[in-house]
């Protein structure tokens, strides 16, 4: 039909899924391999929720492979977390080859998601927070980071809150906490490149306290249902304005 609107694509990515360090750079973290089994090298239970949500929703995932402290997915090239302490000890040529191997297909294969198609793609990135970090304890279970200039990603954001309150009524969830939704990452360097009818994007932080309690299969349930219902209003929202158009 004439103007109507392409479908609503959807792709969940975990940058921070991993903590493993390939043979090649074990040498750097020897007399360090205790923070590798920090919040430091990954987020702990962003890859279980993460292939959840893309069996469920029977969508892609984008999922990283390494410890963020070899290369941090979710930073920029010029950005001072890029590369951590470890890595950058490594020689130039080195320290190309890394950035090579795993931060360009996962960025290169992030903007073809977004181009390959026609239509808004819906960015889900899964994250976790520390619940307590220099000595002050976060005050949420959930944060949901968005910029609050694009419309459709604030209203977006507000009715997965709705949803997830709805499913999971103990949880706390928070807008733009504990991280601003415009801070350095892969979502907010794409929305540079891309409008909003383009991209959607946003960030689902999940308080690590919550991935080791006894309710964590009932909460990934909880999260799956919400992000489905979300995604659906969203389709239907897209549909009756493909309707009006015609």
């Not at 292939?51 to 963020?68: F, H, I, M, Q, Y």
């Not at 130039?92 to 198609?117: C, G, K, M, S, T």
């Not at 360097?189 to 932080?205: G, I, K, P, V, W």
């Not at 919400?226 to 549909?239: D, F, K, P, V, Y």
């Amino acid at each position: 039909m004439p103007g109507r609107k392409p479908p609503v694509r959807v792709l969940i990515t975990a940058e921070h899924a991993s903590r493993y360090v390939p043979g090649a750079y074990q040498a750097l973290f020897v007399g360090s391999e205790a923070v590798l089994e920090s919040h430091r090298a990954w987020d702990p239970g962003t890859r279980q929720l993460a292939r959840d949500l893309s069996s469920a929703l029977n969508v892609p995932l984008l999922e990283g492979k390494v410890t963020r402290l070899l290369v941090d997915l979710n930073r920029s090239r010029n950005h001072r977390g890029h590369l951590s302490e470890f890595s950058r000890t490594l020689s130039v040529d080195d320290r190309a080859r890394l950035i090579d191997r795993y931060w360009h297909p996962h960025w290169n294969a992030f903007r073809a998601a977004i181009e390959q198609a026609p239509g808004q793609l819906i960015h889900v990135a899964c994250h976790s927070f520390s619940p307590v970090l220099n000595g002050n304890r976060r005050n949420a279970d959930i944060g949901l980071l968005y910029d609050p200039s694009r419309k459709e990603e604030k209203l977006w954001c507000q009715q997965l809150a709705q949803v997830i309150t709805e499913h999971l009524p103990a949880l706390n969830v928070r807008m733009n906490y504990p991280y601003r939704g415009v801070s350095n990452g892969m979502g907010q360097q794409h929305r540079r490149m891309f409008d909003a009818d383009r991209l959607l994007t946003m960030e689902l932080e999940i308080n690590s306290a919550l991935v080791t309690s006894p309710d964590w299969v009932e909460i990934r349930q909880g999260l799956i249902a919400a992000i489905g219902q979300a995604l659906l209003m969203t389709s239907n929202r897209h549909e009756f304005e493909n309707y009006a158009e015609v």
